[in-house]
């Protein structure tokens, strides 16, 4: 089914309040009111639209529904408003609960995200916002960041851009990007299987479902000494035998709360229609017990083996959260962050700062070497342009790289790892001009993921946190197109 947007006006807004003696404020409006003009000259905001509103009529089509003009013009707004909510989100990087009460509370935040009104301004609940995240699917925003970059590039007048962005050469590195989980000590997840559980069990309790056992409280109670002591374990002489003592405790614990709890589970399953829940809330309490109970046998495993026995455990057999699977054990050897829990992310940038590919690996990610031909390949593709020159630290070398990069006919700007290379290397400028420029890289890396990314990030599952990226990349390059130098208009030219 094609489909073809409505148009719809702006409604009346309210004129912005002027504001005096703060020079931030007035840099920050600008910025908006930029990124806005980008948003619509570009013609982001029109595909967005449309591929959204491609992927609603089809999946209406499939269910056998009939659309409304009304329901599509309804559909069209909230798509919009998720749009540049999550835009402007990501730029404060502010959660959803924050991120509401800032629209609420600012004229300038209102307007920008389309929700101001004469009448009545009603804002987006933090709900609400935690929906528009998961709007669309990372390829749709994908496809947003490669249109912008490539009509920066081929036309920069729609941009109002001085000059074409300059995609020519290419600056890739990784970093980890850090998982919102406890620090995987063994007895913290039997700490957390328990809370979970006996919290789920105290919600079902209270919906008047009941059998035989002590209140939930107490064995939270229980769980919380036992982590006291284990803490307080460290700071005595015999630590091992008191460690190896209280983890047998609290083994021996878990076992009765796994126990009540799978009795629990299954009692609700089986008589909740007695309770006040729907359906579908009682199937989500299910599937947050069942995620525990059924990790909790390899967890008290993992805890016996590593803490009574002693023994060492790969890393990729390892259970480091049970809210996260997918989370790896990356060693970054760095002051600070020996190790890292998280995933792996691959990125690139151009000279000017934009971001042009990026990867976040749900499993262990390859080695750098690996990764360097297939971004630059998955770059070309979704720029239309060739790479002439790349940039990465000696991570990225390799023999076979550098026979690629010399088949390819790309100018390799990889610091070598043979030291008789890097010294022969030294006497080319271009070289020399290519590393100063590739260690830029690694403060990218930084103000993309402490200002724009945030961590650890808050998304659940390997699947939103990759939406999550690609929405702070989208944010990202349109923060840098808005501070290249516009286009002066003739008038301008000539008056200075």
């Given at each position: 089914?094609?489909?073809?947007?409505?148009?719809?006006?702006?409604?009346?807004?309210?004129?912005?309040?002027?504001?005096?003696?703060?020079?931030?404020?007035?840099?920050?409006?600008?910025?908006?009111?930029?990124?806005?003009?980008?948003?619509?000259?570009?013609?982001?905001?029109?595909?967005?639209?449309?591929?959204?509103?491609?992927?609603?009529?089809?999946?209406?089509?499939?269910?056998?529904?009939?659309?409304?003009?009304?329901?599509?013009?309804?559909?069209?707004?909230?798509?919009?408003?998720?749009?540049?909510?999550?835009?402007?989100?990501?730029?404060?990087?502010?959660?959803?609960?924050?991120?509401?009460?800032?629209?609420?509370?600012?004229?300038?935040?209102?307007?920008?995200?389309?929700?101001?009104?004469?009448?009545?301004?009603?804002?987006?609940?933090?709900?609400?916002?935690?929906?528009?995240?998961?709007?669309?699917?990372?390829?749709?925003?994908?496809?947003?960041?490669?249109?912008?970059?490539?009509?920066?590039?081929?036309?920069?007048?729609?941009?109002?851009?001085?000059?074409?962005?300059?995609?020519?050469?290419?600056?890739?590195d990784t970093t980890c990007v850090e998982a919102n989980i406890h620090y995987?000590?063994?007895?913290?997840?039997?700490?957390?299987?328990?809370?979970?559980?006996?919290?789920?069990?105290?919600?079902?309790?209270?919906?008047?479902?009941?059998?035989?056992?002590?209140?939930?409280?107490?064995?939270?109670?229980?769980?919380?000494?036992?982590?006291?002591?284990?803490?307080?374990?460290?700071?005595?002489?015999?630590?091992?035998?008191?460690?190896?003592?209280?983890?047998?405790?609290?083994?021996?614990?878990?076992?009765?709360?796994?126990?009540?709890?799978?009795?629990?589970?299954?009692?609700?399953?089986?008589?909740?229609?007695?309770?006040?829940?729907?359906?579908?809330?009682?199937?989500?309490?299910?599937?947050?017990?069942?995620?525990?109970?059924?990790?909790?046998?390899?967890?008290?495993?993992?805890?016996?083996?590593?803490?009574?026995?002693?023994?060492?455990?790969?890393?990729?057999?390892?259970?480091?959260?049970?809210?996260?699977?997918?989370?790896?054990?990356?060693v970054r050897r760095k002051a600070g962050a020996e190790v890292e829990f998280?995933?792996?992310?691959?990125?690139?940038?151009?000279?000017?700062?934009?971001?042009?590919?990026?990867?976040?690996?749900?499993?262990?990610?390859?080695?750098?070497?690996?990764?360097?031909?297939?971004?630059?390949?998955?770059?070309?593709?979704?720029?239309?342009?060739?790479?002439?020159?790349?940039?990465?630290?000696?991570?990225?070398?390799?023999?076979?790289?550098?026979?690629?990069?010399?088949?390819?006919?790309?100018?390799?700007?990889?610091?070598?790892?043979?030291?008789?290379?890097?010294?022969?290397?030294?006497?080319?400028?271009?070289?020399?001009?290519?590393?100063?420029?590739?260690?830029q890289t690694e403060g990218r890396i930084a103000i993309f993921k402490n200002?724009?990314?945030?961590?650890?990030?808050?998304?659940?599952?390997?699947?939103?946190?990759?939406?999550?990226?690609?929405?702070?990349?989208?944010?990202?390059?349109?923060?840098?197109?808005?501070?290249?130098?516009?286009?002066?208009?003739?008038?301008?030219?000539?008056?200075?």
């Amino acid at each position: 089914m094609s489909c073809h947007l409505i148009p719809f006006a702006l409604p009346l807004q309210p004129a912005l309040p002027t504001i005096e003696g703060n020079v931030d404020y007035r840099q920050w409006r600008d910025q908006l009111r930029r990124i806005d003009a980008l948003l619509l000259q570009s013609g982001v905001e029109t595909q967005f639209l449309e591929s959204s509103l491609q992927d609603w009529l089809d999946q209406a089509q499939a269910e056998g529904l009939a659309v409304s003009a009304k329901a599509q013009l309804r559909f069209q707004e909230r798509t919009q408003r998720a749009l540049r909510c999550n835009l402007a989100r990501s730029l404060l990087n502010e959660d959803f609960r924050g991120f509401a009460l800032r629209l609420a509370d600012s004229p300038l935040l209102q307007s920008f995200c389309r929700v101001s009104r004469l009448d009545q301004i009603k804002v987006p609940s933090k709900s609400e916002l935690e929906r528009f995240s998961k709007w669309v699917p990372e390829a749709r925003v994908r496809a947003v960041v490669a249109q912008l970059t490539r009509q920066g590039h081929e036309q920069p007048q729609k941009l109002n851009l001085d000059q074409p962005l300059d995609l020519e050469a290419y600056f890739v590195d990784t970093t980890c990007v850090e998982a919102n989980i406890h620090y995987p000590v063994d007895w913290v997840l039997l700490r957390d299987g328990t809370r979970t559980l006996m919290k789920s069990v105290r919600l079902i309790r209270e919906q008047g479902l009941k059998h035989r056992m002590e209140e939930p409280e107490a064995f939270l109670r229980k769980m919380n000494r036992l982590c006291i002591e284990m803490t307080h374990a460290r700071a005595k002489a015999d630590r091992q035998r008191q460690r190896k003592k209280i983890l047998r405790k609290m083994d021996r614990l878990v076992g009765v709360v796994r126990g009540h709890a799978q009795r629990y589970r299954d009692l609700l399953d089986q008589q909740w229609e007695q309770t006040e829940w729907t359906r579908p809330q009682t199937e989500q309490v299910l599937r947050r017990m069942d995620q525990v109970l059924e990790q909790l046998p390899a967890a008290r495993r993992q805890a016996r083996e590593r803490i009574l026995k002693g023994q060492m455990l790969d890393n990729a057999d390892k259970i480091l959260s049970l809210y996260e699977p997918n989370v790896q054990v990356i060693v970054r050897r760095k002051a600070g962050a020996e190790v890292e829990f998280g995933n792996t992310l691959l990125m690139g940038e151009s000279r000017q700062g934009l971001i042009l590919d990026w990867e976040l690996f749900a499993e262990s990610a390859p080695a750098d070497p690996q990764l360097l031909p297939l971004s630059l390949q998955r770059t070309e593709q979704a720029l239309g342009q060739k790479i002439k020159a790349v940039g990465a630290d000696r991570g990225f070398d390799s023999q076979s790289n550098q026979v690629k990069l010399a088949k390819r006919k790309t100018y390799n700007g990889v610091c070598p790892r043979s030291p008789a290379q890097m010294k022969a290397r030294k006497g080319s400028w271009k070289f020399k001009e290519m590393q100063r420029r590739r260690a830029q890289t690694e403060g990218r890396i930084a103000i993309f993921k402490n200002n724009i990314l945030g961590g650890p990030l808050l998304s659940k599952g390997i699947e939103h946190r990759q939406l999550a990226v690609a929405w702070a990349v989208l944010s990202h390059n349109l923060w840098v197109i808005a501070r290249l130098p516009d286009k002066e208009e003739p008038s301008e030219r000539a008056a200075a």
